[in-house]
């Protein structure tokens, strides 16, 4: 059995695709991590080593210090590099053409980020104290924690949240949400005032209900709509046929119900992890570059 | 001694009654002979209130009786008025039994028995009598008739139309006029277009299909009708619905054996063949004319004039030309050489294949669609990235295609009497190549309607430009050391056939040793590895597939089957390894070809074993890809969830890459273990959104992208006709304030699409729609946006053929 494809104006022998043993890189799905070989990961490492080894080898007197040769390089590395660092912002939301890819970005701004706890921490030489340059290092290192924090976020969660959304959208989650909960009420028409209650707090409970440390644990604890199916799963009529069959179906829309309220809930916290850590990561690396301004002016006109 | 008439005219449709008001205005001597017991049967059967129209209109009416576009009982009411005010001499309840004699004394026989004698006779009668029936099985029980008389008459009832052209499109619109009727209305096409019928029928349907007053169905033939349900072949597999009634309005072929009785010769053996006629409407029995629908001319307005000009020419005015004369002779004025319009017609006819099947007459209605041009040696006839799908027929002289955009020097010939273009017709894509005249040439443009239309009223004609498209993917396939005479064996024996989705062309095991092209849509190619099929490769239009069994004679190693609904030139096997014999060079290339094949498929063979799981993953994804369209997909937008945060940064790049609108939804799609196919263009093979475009907006470029216009009217006719919900209708929103005034001052709204409030309240109530879909960012540099704003790289745009390549899988392993 041949197969080939014959490419219409062109020879045989030069379109065979399935002959080759490579697929080029566009057809497959390289991620951030392995971009290009992990090309930016290998330079940041290759910084760092050097880094290290030439602040070892290197006798600055009487001590390692901002201030020295060397720290300055360093320093001087380092605000350039947080300068840039920080552009990704802009790059990220200016769709200017050209042959740049927000991946290759995004590659470089993870491994030299991360560099920078190198670059910056020997640029102190470990000089730190209760001033306005230990808290530049400060913020710095909680905008590189958080950065870490999103890398790890980054790497596990995608795939939980493609298996709970299972080819629905947030859209449509909402929207069995609310489908289910005109179900309910209609459903409970016949039920008496105490029944009706019940029902009336499962329907008054949204997906965004709880504070924000429930949103991100996932932890929702006696919710109208759990009450509610514990309370209708115990109930009983005493003979009575229809009542049963009523109290059957409301039953099932409020397990139903259940079940959608902790999937698209999940769906919220797995969203609102892939995000939260930008909260901390963006206002701090607006707040470190104050404080680096601080400590640029302050280091050349008072030191 | 019967009656004797100068002239007897045997129908008293359009075409009759304008001869007899002529003959009576004339004074000549004459008997209109109808079969019913009224004027004008065909149009009498017409829908009660049913709006006869007068295309086209471009055309002026020349006869005694007036018509104009109308209620169909205002225009009948016209008729018999004027009838009977010229004095025509009718004779109703009359169905003529023989014709007998010659010119000059033909003698006329009814069924009662009486006779007339007549000296010439005038053939009116149409093609209705002789509807084109159904040709699928029919359960006894079924009901299926070929007319509709009354729409009102039927209520509740689930009813299936056949056939999308002005006969079946009107009844259906007719049996849905009433929601009162609740009938519930399906049209079932042939095609994807509705070619044939009149452009205000099809937007009437459209707008009907759109509001969910009729169900349509294109490219879908029935397969069985059953008491109470019917079955269908769609381009996705089999669909059955129910149904009560089937109105099957297919057409209607000529009368054929009445009309040779009468000693006119037809054509060709064709069912849907006209008679042989002269300029004067004679055919070749001298004394016996025909016109109207039997002519070939459908449309009331030239039925009309026909009969009006007939009577004069039998009347000895042989100076009168007809009533398109001017029109013709303005297209045909500034070409060299002086002929007067029939030899133009007659010309072109003969000197282009594809026109020689025409009648006279249809040659006349044809090129009043076209265009005739001359060109002087090396004038462009269309450069290479133009846009257009007309087909170009040359009639004198010979072009050459440029080939290598690089070297305008290497050039193909294209003959006399060819045609070039074909490939824009078929695909809508941009221009291949450029065309230049190799000398002076003369050349019939032929718009891509206009084409269309010639191949289904004239299947000869269609024949043959299957034929030379045929002809030309051989000789590209198989190289450029090949001619003509070489492969035309292999033509003759060439098939061209349609293959449902999921048929087979090639079954593992058997022993055919036929090559097949694919010629429209794919297949893909499986092996039975233990008991599970195993996909093996991907084939898109264009490929060849089974020469390996031409080769060894060896049972074919593997199963072929169709994707999505495709069309295959199956050549016969012998015919090629002749060919091959002929050529060593060839076979030579050929072998080596093979040898890598086995290699391929020995890799699998051996995988099965050490990495079956991945085989299977392989197999299972490419499966679940090809049943969502990939199967006709040039270019997909894949999402690999593994690595998709959800940031959503693609839609937003491409919001602002195209006047704020985005023309992707990334959540919205279906999802395969992790490989999301998100709600985005697919870029076909043959777009379903330009089967029916009215401007004819939306076209091909030069990176295979699909893209829309500014000439779109927001009919929204693509957006209905796409079957991945991929074009959104959608009022285009002004630019938004830059990204710094958003950035530092907070005014705007933002990267990526506003909210439909924003855009709401700042673009005018009345602002029409526009269809938006996308145009994989052709022009922009870098290419498409989405691509490039992925943070994680996990969406990339692929062509189908690469994503699916068993290339991947020894990449996968490493």
């Known amino acids: ?303 | 001694m019967a009656d004797a008439y100068r002239i007897a005219i045997v129908g008293s449709g359009p075409a009759g009654l304008s001869a007899a008001a002529r003959a009576a205005q004339l004074g000549v001597s004459h008997i209109l002979i109808e079969k019913t017991d009224h004027l004008s049967d065909t149009i009498y059967k017409y829908q009660k209130g049913k709006h006869v129209m007068a295309t086209p209109s471009q055309l002026v009416l020349r006869s005694d009786m007036d018509f104009e576009a109308g209620k169909r009982e205002v225009v009948l009411g016209t008729w018999d008025e004027q009838t009977a005010g010229h004095d025509v001499n009718v004779r109703l309840n009359s169905e003529v039994k023989a014709v007998e004699g010659d010119a000059g004394n033909f003698r006329i026989t009814f069924a009662d028995g009486e006779t007339v004698s007549a000296e010439n006779i005038i053939l009116a009668i149409g093609t209705q009598g002789n509807p084109n029936l159904v040709r699928c099985p029919v359960d006894d029980g079924a009901v299926v008739q070929y007319t509709l008389d009354d729409p009102g008459e039927y209520v509740d009832e689930h009813i299936t139309i056949i056939g999308g052209g002005d006969a079946g499109i009107e009844n259906a619109l007719g049996l849905a006029a009433d929601p009162e009727q609740n009938n519930s209305v399906t049209l079932v096409n042939r095609g994807p277009e509705f070619a044939t019928a009149k452009g205000a029928n099809v937007k009437a349907l459209l707008a009907a299909g759109d509001a969910g007053r009729i169900s349509i169905l294109t490219e879908t033939t029935a397969s069985h009708i059953g008491t109470g349900e019917i079955t269908f072949d769609t381009r996705d597999g089999e669909t059955k619905i129910r149904c009560d009634r089937v109105i099957a309005r297919m057409g209607s072929a000529p009368p054929r054996a009445f009309v040779e009785a009468c000693g006119a010769e037809f054509s060709g053996p064709d069912r849907n063949a006209f008679p042989v006629l002269s300029p004067t409407f004679e055919s070749s029995k001298k004394g016996v004319y025909v016109i109207g629908a039997l002519a070939g001319y459908p449309l009331i307005k030239h039925c009309m004039n026909q009969g009006h000009d007939v009577v004069e020419f039998i009347n000895g005015n042989t100076t009168l030309k007809p009533a398109d004369e001017p029109i013709l002779e303005a297209k045909f004025k500034n070409l060299p050489g002086r002929k007067s319009v029939d030899e133009w017609l007659e010309f072109l006819r003969s000197s282009v294949t594809i026109l020689e099947p025409m009648t006279p007459l249809q040659m006349r209605e044809f090129m009043l669609d076209s265009e005739v041009r001359a060109y002087r040696r090396g004038e462009t006839l269309f450069d290479r990235a133009d846009p257009g799908s007309s087909l170009f027929a040359i009639a004198s002289g010979s072009v050459l295609v440029q080939v290598d955009a690089d070297d305008p020097s290497k050039t193909v010939g294209i003959e006399c009497g060819s045609i070039v273009g074909e490939v824009g017709l078929v695909s809508g894509r941009r221009r291949g190549s450029t065309v230049v005249a190799a000398e002076d040439s003369i050349c019939v443009e032929i718009p891509r309607m206009a084409a269309l239309k010639l191949q289904s009223q004239v299947p000869p004609a269609r024949d043959a430009i299957t034929r030379i498209a045929t002809e030309r993917q051989l000789l590209q396939m198989f190289g450029s050391g090949l001619t003509k005479e070489d492969i035309a064996e292999i033509v003759d024996s060439a098939e061209i056939m349609t293959i449902k989705a999921g048929e087979a062309i090639i079954e593992e095991g058997d022993t055919g040793i036929d090559l097949y092209v694919i010629r429209s849509g794919s297949m893909v190619v499986e092996k039975m590895v233990g008991r599970k099929p195993v996909f093996l490769s991907y084939l898109p239009a264009g490929s060849y597939v089974g020469e390996m069994a031409v080769l060894d004679d060896t049972p074919r190693t593997a199963t072929v089957r169709a994707a999505i609904k495709s069309e295959v030139i199956k050549v016969d096997g012998h015919a090629f390894r002749a060919l091959l014999e002929k050529n060593p060079e060839l076979l030579a290339r050929a072998r080596s070809d093979v040898e890598a094949r086995e290699n391929v498929n020995n890799f699998v063979e051996a995988k099965k074993d050490s990495f079956s799981g991945v085989v299977d993953m392989y197999s299972s994804i490419s499966s679940f890809l090809v049943e969502n369209g990939i199967g006709e997909a040039t270019d997909v937008l894949l999402i690999d969830e593994n690595l998709c945060v959800g940031c959503d940064n693609c839609e937003k790049a491409c919001a602002d890459s195209h006047e704020g609108l985005s023309r992707l939804n990334r959540e919205a799609g279906r999802t395969y273990a992790h490989l999301h196919v998100p709600t985005s263009c697919r870029h076909c093979e043959h777009p379903h959104c330009m089967a029916d475009c009215p401007p004819n907006a939306i076209h091909r470029g030069d990176d295979g992208e699909v893209f829309i216009d500014d000439t779109c009217i927001g009919c929204g006719n693509c957006q209905r006709n796409c079957p991945y919900g991929v074009i959104r209708m959608e009022k285009v929103p002004p630019p938004k304030p830059s990204l710094l005034s958003w950035l530092f001052f907070g005014s705007g709204p933002g990267p990526g699409e506003p909210e439909h409030d924003w855009i709401e309240e700042r673009v005018a109530e009345d602002t029409p729609k526009q269809a938006i879909k996308c145009d994989m960012c052709a022009g922009i540099k870098g290419g498409p946006a989405c691509v490039r704003a992925c943070p994680t790289g996990a969406a990339i745009r692929v062509a189908p053929e690469e994503f699916l390549s068993v290339a991947r899988l020894e990449t996968e392993q490493g």
């Open chain 1, 1 to 303: 059995m041949a197969t080939r494809r014959a490419d219409v104006g062109t020879d045989l022998a030069e379109t065979d695709e399935v002959e080759r043993s490579t697929v080029s890189t566009g057809a497959r799905h390289e991620g951030v991590w392995r971009y290009r070989g992990s090309y930016w990961g290998k330079m940041a490492l290759g910084i760092s080593v050097t880094l290290i080894i030439a602040y070892v080898l290197i006798d600055v007197e009487p001590r390692h210090n901002g201030g020295s040769w060397l720290g300055y390089t360093l320093g001087t590395a380092g605000g350039g590099l947080i300068l840039w660092l920080t552009m990704l912002g802009v790059r990220k939301r200016a769709m200017t053409p050209g042959r740049w890819s927000l991946k290759g970005w995004t590659s470089a701004h993870v491994y030299l980020g991360l560099s920078l706890v190198v670059i910056g921490t020997l640029h102190t030489g470990f000089q730190l104290g209760w001033n306005v340059h230990t808290l530049a290092w400060v913020l710095m290192m909680i905008v590189i924690v958080t950065g870490i924090f999103g890398i790890t976020v980054y790497g596990i969660l995608p795939r939980q949240l493609s298996s709970n959304r299972d080819e629905t959208t947030e859209a449509q989650m909402l929207e069995t949400v609310t489908d289910i909960d005109r179900q309910l009420f209609d459903t409970a028409q016949p039920l008496d005032a105490d029944g009706a209650a019940v029902i009336q707090e499962a329907i008054d409970e949204t997906p965004f209900d709880g504070g924000i440390g429930q949103r991100l644990s996932g932890k929702y604890r006696g919710g109208g709509t759990a009450r509610g199916l514990a309370d209708f799963r115990a109930r009983s009529s005493h003979g009575d046929r229809s009542l049963d069959e009523l109290y059957d179906r409301l039953e099932a829309l409020l397990a139903r119900k259940q079940a959608a309220l902790s999937r698209i809930r999940r769906h919220l916290r797995i969203k609102a992890l892939l995000q939260i850590w930008l909260y901390i990561h963006v206002p701090m690396t607006f707040a470190l570059l104050a404080a680096l301004s601080a400590h640029i002016v302050s280091v050349f006109f008072y030191w």
